[in-house]
């Protein structure tokens, strides 16, 4: 064919698969967004929307913040892309630095990846490698827990517990098993924070180890506050329990603070809002405020200590990625970690907390809400399914909520707000008001 081929037409939207989307509805009726600043989305016709979600839980420093642009610019024209294996670059240097001073306990070392999925990739394989370099290499065995949301790498999804993402993949990896999830309707309905009931879930894991051994069980991965399945909140106790259990029997603890970390609720890490130190933790999303890709794993120092052996020229774990520790990506993390410091963001996530769950408990009675869990700046709504079509009132109530001004999430009839660390009372008195108008137009 002679000369270059045809541009494809500017709103052609037949070619991207979009990843957890309803490709047929959106194409139908399309939600795009072609512009952000602070609390709001712009339209391509300019209408402005405000963001309920950060981005995806990720823009807790709200869209487009001056000094995090001028830093991904800054390093783009001075240095694009650096090798990780074998070479560094400093930005890695500085911000693995900042992330373990920022991290509770001796959480001293840092792993960086480019998302969450692969975050949570490298944590279960840094848990392997440690127990064989222990020459414990018969633990091998996996816990995640039902409704648990890890990622989408096969490592992830078969800890994980949403059985939508696990179902059309086969067998997954073997040898995982399972803890219970700690919700129950009955006992913990309308709850601001975290429930008084529950925490006697954690002791399922004590089954768990009797049924398989301790010697052949090398990690258990929870997320502090169950995101994705629809917020979740640990019951008071929970955590406590679960690190108590492990280290009764020798296990690692891993938190999966991709959508818990950097401020969501109201500290670096929920490790702290709950005083407990895992053995690693899982982090993405805030770390850049949603402006370049970028995961990481925050480690113990005894688990980094026990696989630095062997001769020095010989590389120790046999793990990473293109694009750990990106230069753009550090010079995002950098300049947000600094945001985050200077305008006291975490702080300001506490002070809101209240404010914003009794806001969106303001909810209750509305038609088919059957449920509202708040803690921290998250909240889950929970509708009833309309009978025969489970996830369509959820999916009608968020695409009228886009219609009247808000950009709500949907997770099948569960709604979740999630907003920017920097909302005010107004934002968020606004955000309920249209998710209230949304829940009563799909009665």
Known sequence: MDGPSPSPEPNDLGAWWMPFTANRAFRAKPRLLAGAEG????????????????????????????????????????????????????????????????????????????????????????????????????????????????????????????????????????????????????????????????????????????????????????????????????????????????????????????ITGFGRLGHAFAAERYGVVPDMICFAKGVTSGTVPMGGVLVREPIHAALMQGPTHVVELFHGYTYSGHPLACAAALATLDLYRDEDLFTRARALEVGFGQAVMSLKGLPNVLDIRTVGLAAGIDLAPKPGAPGLRGFEAMDRAFDAGLVLRAAGDTLALTPPLIASEDEIGRMVGITGDAIRAVA
Request: charged fraction near 20%; hydrophobic fraction near 40%; proline fraction near 6%.
């Open 39 to 258: 609390m709001h989305y712009t339209t391509p016709d300019g209408r402005r929307v405000l963001d309920g979600i950060a981005g995806l839980w990720c823009c807790n420093a709200g869209h487009n913040r001056a000094p995090i642009v001028a830093a991904i610019r800054a390093q783009a024209g001075a240095l694009d892309y650096a090798p990780p294996f074998q070479f560094g670059h400093p930005g890695a240097f500085a911000l693995a630095s900042r992330l373990a001073h920022l991290a509770p306990g001796d959480l001293d070392r840092v792993f960086l990846c480019g998302s969450g999925s692969e975050a949570v990739d490298t944590a279960l394989k840094i848990a392997l490698a440690y127990w064989q370099a222990r020459g414990e290499g018969r633990r091998t065995r996996l816990i995640g827990r039902e409704r648990g949301y890890h990622g989408v790498g096969f490592g992830g999804i078969s800890v994980g517990g949403l059985s939508a993402n696990r179902k059309a993949f086969g067998s997954l990896l073997p040898g995982v098993d399972h803890l219970p999830h700690t919700y129950d309707r009955e006992r913990q309905a309308f709850t601001l924070g975290e429930p008084d009931w529950g925490a006697e879930r954690a002791d399922e894991l004590e089954r768990i180890v009797a049924l398989h051994d301790a010697s052949t069980i090398a990690a258990v991965i929870v997320e502090p506050m169950a995101g994705s399945t629809g917020v979740l909140p640990p019951p008071k106790g929970y955590l406590e329990r679960l690190r108590a259990i492990c280290d009764r029997h020798g296990l690692l603890l891993v938190f999966d603070e991709v």
